[in-house]
């Protein structure tokens, strides 16, 4: 059975026509070609299908797309503005907080729901928080680091 389901994926309008069955990760990646978002494990154990969901941090393996109708979708292929690096991207970048890459979409993704979350920001918290994403390469310092200078800068900001 299909049903009809509208998404705002980021920031554009998609309407589609989904099995009953259909996954958000398959719609994102089968559908609408949004492969920055990664299978990993299939079972919301790895994090690598990690996006938000009206803001919130999801593993989209997890969620029947029709369950996301109405809703709004950030995948990794919107979190950069006008061709320009968002700041955690670029701090991935400098913090070498990636090896092979396949985790880093859902690694990037996490940690700007995680900055938006309610936590003690501090280091051991975004270790806590990053918990859910695996890296098979084992870049966690760095991407820890990454995360960490952000966190910084955000705190510097705020008080300010």
């Known amino acids: 059975m299909k049903y009809s389901v509208t998404l705002r994926v980021n920031g554009k309008e998609q309407k589609l026509n989904l099995d009953a069955r259909a996954t958000l990760l398959n719609a994102l990646r089968e559908i609408l070609h949004l492969t920055g978002t990664k299978k990993g494990c299939d079972q919301g154990q790895c ?24 809703k709004t979708v950030t995948t990794i292929e919107g979190v950069s503005s006008n061709g320009e690096l968002h700041p955690l991207q670029q701090s991935f970048l400098s913090h070498d907080g990636l090896q092979c890459g396949y985790c880093t979409p859902g690694q990037i993704v996490s940690a700007l729901g995680f900055l938006n979350e309610p936590w003690d920001k501090t280091p051991e918290a975004v270790q806590i928080g990053m918990s859910g994403n695996l890296c098979r390469c084992g870049a966690y310092p760095n991407i820890a680091s990454a995360i960490e200078e952000i966190r910084s800068s955000i705190q510097e900001a705020a008080s300010s």
């Open 47 to 70: 994090g690598s299908c990690t996006v938000l969901l009206n803001g919130k941090r999801v593993n989209s393996c997890l969620v029947l797309a029709v369950m996301a109708d109405g």
